[in-house]
């Protein structure tokens, strides 16, 4: 379970809470796999390794190319087709949060909450902010854009490190430090505020719109804790996210309003395509949404208690890992099982990633294995 943060730096008994209530000894043992027909084919093309990780790594592809990070701090760029590396630096300490990209300028964020940015494997600026990271900076239009425990945003020019604005907002006095919403939309910078997404001008800093994904219910702090957790995904003018043990949710984006909301436990992130969301709850029930409705289209329960990663969707399927490295490939319009691929046996960490017809996927030993179909 992920750190839980008080606003000011303390340390909070909503972090043991949580880990007692979230990683109990007597949890289920997870359901046994099943023998499955294969109804697609797909090889792993390559692998590689980045050594260990330690801290809460989402990766990114932007370019053809595929951003990582390890935990003491070194950065890669590996070709997402074939694992050929491009370029490698290092931040000088060990990392807290990472890897935004652009495909030109990568940053990352160290334990001593330093924004770290490269050109092209060369670093360029790094500059401190208040508070710690577990986001990943978002970079877009030439702006660093980073998000704290406490959901300050800060923007940063991409060239020089120049700060150009912060926005702080008011909010709970709890936080959670686990990956929340910090996206593109348009000219709109989609930032997670609570359980309420925000459409910010990315060039003032300044709140254009904010809408509800959860209406968090709980008779303390910690039961009340609704972060939006990411990344979250865009079809059209749609975007879904999960709120932490709460709920999932759509909103559109261009309008600046909530489509849906449905009360719904789980810490992972969701996928979804122009018909349907998908994501696992925290028994890793995983569950089919209607994107127009809401409504439920399918569960499946045959991965109870497997700890499952966040999801995608890649052509017909929907993917998730689990705890032991397999990946499942689900039938996005059933849930029938279609196939399952092993990995190196660690869990999955985060959600999967695609560079073209390339499916990629990192383990919590540092592995990183890509796949295509056959």
């Not at 491009?86 to 330093?114: F, I, K, P, Q």
């Amino acid at each position: 379970m992920r750190a839980v943060t008080d606003r000011l730096g303390r340390v909070s008994l909503a972090l043991v809470l949580l880990g007692l209530s979230a990683c109990a000894a007597d949890r289920p043992k997870p359901a046994p796999l099943q023998a499955i027909t294969p109804k697609i084919a797909a090889r792993q093309v390559w692998n590689a390794s980045i050594g260990s990780i330690g801290y809460p790594m989402l990766a990114t592809v932007r370019k053809g190319l595929l951003f990582v990070a390890s935990g003491n701090g070194e950065v890669r760029a590996l070709q997402a087709e074939t694992g050929v590396e491009v370029w490698r630096a290092s931040a000088g300490s060990a990392l807290a949060a990472g890897v935004g990209s652009d495909g030109r300028y990568t940053s990352v964020v160290t334990r001593g909450n330093e924004v770290v940015t490269f050109d092209a494997g060369r670093e360029v600026w790094r500059k401190r902010v208040p508070s710690s990271v577990v986001t990943p900076p978002l970079v877009a239009g030439e702006r660093i854009f980073v998000m704290g425990v406490d959901r300050a945003v800060h923007a940063f020019d991409a060239v020089d490190g120049r700060r150009l604005w912060s926005l702080s907002r008011p909010g709970d006095a709890l936080t959670l430090a686990q990956a929340g919403v910090l996206s593109a939309f348009n000219n709109t910078l989609l930032v997670g505020q609570g359980q309420r997404l925000a459409g910010v001008d990315p060039l003032r800093g300044t709140v254009q719109w904010e809408v509800p994904l959860a209406a968090p219910r709980g008779t303390n702090e910690v039961e009340r804790l609704a972060d939006l957790l990411g990344p979250a995904v865009r079809v059209g003018d749609r975007v879904c996210a999960r709120a932490f043990q709460s709920a999932v949710g759509c909103a559109d984006a261009a309008k600046g309003s909530v489509l849906w909301s449905r009360t719904v436990g789980g810490i992972q992130a969701v996928a979804a395509d122009a018909e349907q969301v998908f994501g696992a709850d925290a028994s890793d029930r995983i569950t089919a949404w209607r994107a127009d409705t809401g409504d439920v289209a399918w569960t499946n329960e045959k991965l109870l208690y497997r700890g499952l990663s966040g999801a995608l969707v890649v052509g017909p399927s929907v993917v998730f890992g689990d705890s032991e490295g397999y990946l499942h490939f689900l039938a996005a319009a059933t849930g029938e099982a279609q196939l399952r691929l092993p990995t190196d046996g660690k869990a999955v960490i985060s959600t999967p990633l695609v560079s073209g017809n390339t499916l990629i996927v990192t383990t919590q030993s540092g592995g990183v294995y890509a796949f295509r179909p056959n």
